[in-house]
């Protein structure tokens, strides 16, 4: 099953992707959708965390009912294999000498327990260029701490300037290193496979999502090693512009309870010049002759009252709307988009961003498609692999295993399919 455009860039490139959850998956998809055949290795013992993750189709949990698996895998193979077992490792790694890559993303020393950690796997095939995406890297002492994202964010230091000055951490909603970390798996396996065209050998890529999070600390990290000062929680305020912060807007009556009275605007005066043009967008001249907000300094010493005024103004206007108002005017403001204002989002849709699919399970659904576009090159964009789905085609095409070969593997339990 080739990606059908044969000119893409990965074309002609085999993966085999052992990863789970969301930094690995999410790394493989995009090579998936730009060409190279990605085959990716499940078990029903222990499924992908994504696949037992909502949210889910009419909120009923099921292995192909994810919707987080299905836009973190889409262009894949799946096959099954129960790794626990002596065949169905061997079997792994005929896999691996069928590929150019392998992603993994478990515990530092788990693949190398199973005899397909990068040594043993390099030793049948030298060229084989194997990324490893851990939590803390494959060596110091802390290699073998175990955690997910939302602990990484926390010793990474981004919980800790995340949140209310008066609060405690608190920290971003999503798990941000899966989703950094992966912009840096690409550049990396693209590095290596340039390194091997050259030479002809394979690399081994030790990545570390702790070190990936550091760069989105850098100006934190730089304050501390200038001058010693720890940058501290200011929830949406900056030291260099007033205001700066997220006003809330007029409720929409058409969104559920919940939501129905969160709907926000963010704006930032970074100049004087921007300050005024808002206060004539407010029409609130009077404020522009305020001294209690003249400057920024004076602005910034009277924060809270200035909130409370530019609030009553968003109040009676819906997000888009005020935003609109505002940039026509050179004020830097954004609406607060939800899920749903992203879908439907003019820019996005413009650009063609998400990519309508049919999946057997979820039916017709938008899922995202690359943030950028290669002149000429339109990418090659499958609904995510059903759990299986493709045993017998890698098995018996792929690896060249007879029908009996497959059934014998099946009543096994080395090939899996509960």
Known sequence: MPSGNESLPFAGLNVLDFSWAVVGPVTTKYLAMYGARVVKVETARR??????????????????????????????????????????????????????????????????RMGLGYRELARAKPGLIMLSLSMQGQTGPRAGHPGLGHFLQSLAGLDDVTGFAEGPPGGPNQVLPDFISPWFAIAALVSALEHRRRTGRGQYIDMSQYEVTLHLLAPALMRCALDGRVLERQGNRSRSAAPHGVYRCRAEPDLPDLARDQRWVAIACFSDRQWLSLTRVMQRQDLAQDARFATLLARKRNEDELDRLISAWTRKRAPREAMELLQEAGVPSAGVSNGKDVLEDPQLLAR??????????????????????????????????????????????LLGLSENDIADLVAEGVIDFV
């Open 47 to 112: 499924p992908d965390a994504s696949r037992m993750t909502g949210p889910y189709l009419d909120a009923k949990p099921g292995k192909n009912a994810s919707g987080m698996f299905a836009n973190h895998n889409l262009s894949k193979l799946s096959v099954s294999l129960n790794l626990g077992s002596p065949k169905a490792r061997n079997l792994a790694g005929k896999l691996a000498a069928w590929a150019d890559i392998v992603v993994e993303n478990f515990s530092p020393g788990v693949m190398d």
């Open 352 to 397: 063609g961003h998400f990519a309508e699919l049919t999946h057997p399970v979820l039916g017709r659904r938008p899922f995202d498609g690359p943030a950028w576009h290669m002149s000429g090159l339109a990418p090659s964009i499958r609904p995510a692999p059903l759990f299986a789905e493709h045993n017998e085609h890698v098995y018996r095409d």
